[in-house]
Nanobody, 124 residues
Framework: QVQLVESGGGLVQAGDSLRLSCAAS????????LGWFRRAPGKEREFVAA????????YYADSVKGRFTISRDNAKNTVYLQMNSLKFEDTAVYYC?????????????????WGQGTQVTVSS
């Protein structure tokens, strides 16, 4: 079982950048696909970005493509989400997730392990 802890959220202005981190404990990320999802107020949880093991392939939601970058440091058991050019509509609770198997997935049902979430608020 992998325990995930996100950090790095906060309150920023539109156009600013943030980097979210998600550290794993309990076991390593080896052979796990990783993803970031978010839930905005009053909306369903949605896919943001995913990365495979060991980090050769990535995939992004259209809404964040070109602005967000997912990466992983396997030695540190940490996955990151670099968020640039933030918009008001990026305001949400962001969750990292881990799935067994090296392939990436855009579907939340593929992920068994979830962090507690970190709030990102973008003021317009």
């Amino acid at each position: 079982q992998v325990q995930l802890v996100e950090s790095g959220g906060g309150l920023v202005q539109a156009g600013d950048s943030l980097r979210l981190s998600c550290a794993a404990s309990g076991r390593t990320f080896r052979s796990y696909g990783l993803g970031w999802f978010r839930r905005a107020p009053g909306k369903e949880r949605e896919f943001v970005a995913a990365i495979d093991w060991p980090g050769t392939r990535t995939y992004y939601a259209d809404s964040v493509k070109g602005r967000f970058t997912i990466s992983r440091d396997n030695a540190k058991n940490t996955v990151y989400l670099q968020m640039n050019s933030l918009k008001f509509e990026d305001t949400a609770v962001y969750y990292c997730a881990a799935k067994e198997g090296s392939a990436l997935s855009i579907y939340d049902r593929s992920y068994r392990n979830w962090g507690q979430g970190t709030q990102v608020t973008v003021s317009s």
